[in-house]
């Protein structure tokens, strides 16, 4: 059973500070590591990452993934409230056709 | 463009009913898959459709069952409601979706209460 696990499961940091979210799988067959950010409802896509050692950056977050280890971390820098949200991770198995989700990072920015 | 349009948003039915929900993707996209979330147990991959078929199916019972159309849109039916089917179902749609692994695009969810 592909497992993934998402810490801290919650995080409370203030404006302007920098955070990590760490994620880390089991997975056979792994294809890719993907970011989401779910504020209400939909989750939206941040970041889709295969080989090791790659950061992707958009704007204040970046992501990279360490395939050896079997984990991911998503960074945010000067964090901001509109930051606050739920930050999930899953990973794809090719051969199952599907993604496994981590019960994600609730992150409050406060003020 | 649109975006992945779920119907209805809301949704209070009593045990032992059942339900019907619908997806309708990106314009172009073939795959959606469904998935149920809950506080205590996270996304949790429902199935997955992709020209008409179901291609992947995740570990939930027979009462969960799903259809793809021509158009690609696609319907969630749920039978004999129980009280731990109350979620917020959400469906998501790729391009591709399967080995081709694109980023999934995900609707704003059906929040399903059952009574």
């Known amino acids: 059973e592909d497992k993934v696990v998402q810490s801290p499961l919650s995080l409370v940091v203030h404006e302007g500070d920098t955070v990590t979210l760490n994620c880390s799988y089991e997975?056979?067959?792994?294809?890719?590591l993907l970011w989401y950010k779910q504020e209400k409802k939909a989750p939206t896509f941040l970041f889709m990452l295969t080989s090791s050692g790659i950061e992707k950056k958009s704007g204040r977050l970046s992501s990279i993934l360490d395939k050896k280890e079997l984990f991911s971390i998503l960074n945010i820098t000067a964090t901001q409230t509109g930051d606050s949200a739920i930050y999930l991770c899953?990973?794809?198995?090719?051969?199952?056709?599907?993604?496994?989700f981590g019960d994600g990072t609730t992150l409050t920015v406060k003020p | 463009k649109a975006g992945v349009t779920q119907t209805p948003r809301y949704l209070i039915k009593t045990r032992g009913q059942q339900v019907t929900l619908s997806c309708s993707p990106i314009?172009?996209?073939?795959?959606v898959s469904w998935y149920q979330q809950t506080p205590g147990q996270g996304l949790q991959f429902l199935f997955e459709?992709?020209?008409?078929?179901?291609?992947n199916k995740g570990n939930f019972p027979g009462r969960f069952s799903g259809r793809q159309f021509s158009n690609s849109r696609s319907e969630m039916n749920v039978s004999t409601l129980e009280l731990g089917d109350s979620a917020l179902y959400l469906c998501?749609?790729?391009?591709?979706?399967?080995?081709?692994?694109?980023?999934?695009?995900f609707g704003q969810g059906t929040r399903l209460t059952v009574v």
């Open positions: 998501a749609s790729s391009s591709q979706g399967g080995p081709v692994n694109t980023e999934a695009f």
């Open positions: 997975v056979t067959n792994f294809r890719s």
């Open positions: 899953a990973v794809y198995n090719t051969n199952a056709g599907k993604s496994t």
């Open positions: 314009s172009g996209h073939r795959s």
């Open positions: 459709y992709f020209s008409e078929t179901q291609r």
